[in-house]
């Protein structure tokens, strides 16, 4: 393949040993010229694209296949790494205080959801199914997103001004909804270790493990009356947990 440097020569030579073309032949050359160089860019972008891809699906593929302790290590580095660039984006931005709320709140939320969505979708898909282990890390993540959301709250908008707080509490149904998932969520986290497991049996720990189903829809709910117009994203969170409610009850029947 000839390269843009080459004919970008040809159309200069053209046009030097042959003084007698008129304006129209040399407008016309040089549109030909770089409509093929222009032809040739996105024809070799095309190619290193192709090449990168498989390039890239190769890394994930090697990604899926690491030993799950591997795989779990990276997760959480990615998410530490994930809140980092949340507390920076926010330092950056106008408004500290809620920008790092509604990122801690927001990414709280995803991940708990996606948290639930594990079980059903490793059913039908089997690379999810192969990371079912990884469901606990995603859940407890969302927790500590959540908590420090909390805690956000607590330190930085009411500076442990317990009285004003209860006044802000007093009657706000958006923030009693907030309080009642949290506390739902604080049990669950606390018994999310191995020894928990142990500890209280398996069937008891499942049992209190379903309080998830109630947690996250208070969690949705909280999101929804949180946002004063953008409501679509917490509508479509609540599809997607009503879809998960009702794949749970058709299989626990
Ligand atoms: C003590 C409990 C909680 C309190 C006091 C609280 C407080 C708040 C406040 C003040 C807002 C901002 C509303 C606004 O923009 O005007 C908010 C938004 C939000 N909260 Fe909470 N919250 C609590 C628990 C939770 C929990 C457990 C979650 C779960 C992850 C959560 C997720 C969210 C989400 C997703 C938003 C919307 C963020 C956005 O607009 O981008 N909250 N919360």
């Not at 990276?74 to 994930?82: P, R, V």
């Not at 809140?83 to 330092?91: M, N, Q, R």
């Not at 993540?141 to 420090?148: C, M």
């Not at 499942?206 to 004063?228: C, D, G, N, S």
Request: charged share 15%; hydrophobic share 55%; glycine share 6%.
């Amino acid at each position: 393949m000839r390269t843009c440097a080459g004919k970008y020569t040809d159309f200069k030579n053209a046009l030097c040993t042959a003084p007698l073309l008129n304006k129209a032949e040399c407008l016309s050359i040089a549109c030909r010229s770089i409509a093929v160089c222009y032809s040739d860019w996105i024809i070799f972008k095309f190619l290193t694209k192709l090449k990168l891809s498989s390039r890239i699906k190769g890394a994930v593929l090697d990604l899926f296949n690491l030993p799950i302790t591997t795989r779990k290590h990276l997760l959480n580095l990615g998410l530490c790494l994930a809140l980092i660039w949340g507390v920076y984006d926010a330092l950056m931005g106008p408004d500290l205080v809620s920008d790092l709320r509604d990122f801690t709140g927001r990414y709280g939320a995803y991940l708990l959801l996606i948290s639930l969505l594990v079980t059903p979708l490793s059913q039908r898909w089997r690379w999810v199914k192969r990371h079912l282990a990884m469901r606990r890390n995603i859940g407890v993540w969302g927790f500590i997103y959540a908590a420090l959301h909390v805690l956000i709250w607590i330190m930085l908008e009411f500076f442990y001004d317990w009285s004003l707080m209860l006044d802000e509490i007093a009657g706000n149904l958006f923030i009693l909804l907030g309080i009642f998932a949290f506390l739902l969520l604080l049990p669950l986290a606390l018994t999310s270790t191995h020894k928990a497991i142990k500890y209280l049996g398996y069937r008891k720990w499942q049992l209190l493990h379903t309080l998830t189903y109630v947690a996250i829809p208070a969690v949705i709910a909280h999101h929804f009356m949180a946002q004063k117009t953008a409501t679509l994203e917490p509508l479509l969170m609540g599809l997607v947990l009503f879809l998960v409610l009702v794949w749970r009850y058709r299989h626990v029947r």
